[in-house]
């Protein structure tokens, strides 16, 4: 049997854990805002950026900087992103507007001037080898849809055996 104080600590831990990832997604949009907004002010009244001092145009130009090597600033982007939210739903169809709501709850959502282009490109890219992908694109007359499928077999060419174009 398991300790109860150990067992009530990792449940009250968990509870905080997850509580802290959504303050830091969370602090991590507004970040990402304050520096849009301070900027705009910038680019219409450029004499306001003397006013800054270097520490907070540190911190403005920050986002600027490509991300060291190996770092990822926290949250995975593009294919890795739309492709761990499928598996969070195998089997199931989601289409490029489910994946954006999803992307924009977890605070993952790409930057770009239309996000919807932009999980669907990177859908795209997660079918484009139909050899080696779990991923499959399902067009109807109505929709269009994509899902992860784990448990997809492989032809003895090393394929899943599909001819056609993934799209």
Aim: charged share 30%; glycine share 8%.
């Amino acid at each position: 049997m398991q300790n109860k104080e150990a067992e009530q600590a990792v449940r009250e831990l968990g509870t905080e854990l997850v509580l802290t990832a959504l303050e830091i997604a969370h602090g991590q949009r507004k970040l990402v805002g304050l520096r849009q907004i301070i900027k705009g002010y910038i680019a219409l009244y450029p004499d306001l950026a003397s006013m800054l001092d270097n520490v907070t145009l540190e911190v403005l130009n920050a986002a600027d900087e490509p991300p060291a090597e190996g770092e990822q600033e926290g949250r995975p982007r593009g294919a890795e992103a739309v492709h761990l939210i499928l598996q969070e739903h195998p089997n199931e169809e989601l289409r490029v507007s489910e994946c954006v709501g999803e992307l924009r709850k977890r605070g993952w959502l790409p930057d770009s001037d239309n996000p919807a282009n932009a999980v669907r490109a990177a859908l795209e890219r997660l079918v484009a080898d139909s050899d080696e992908s779990d991923v499959v694109k399902y067009v109807t007359r109505n929709y269009v849809a994509y899902s992860y499928e784990p448990d997809r077999i492989r032809s003895s060419e090393g394929g899943y055996g599909f001819d056609e174009e993934p799209f």
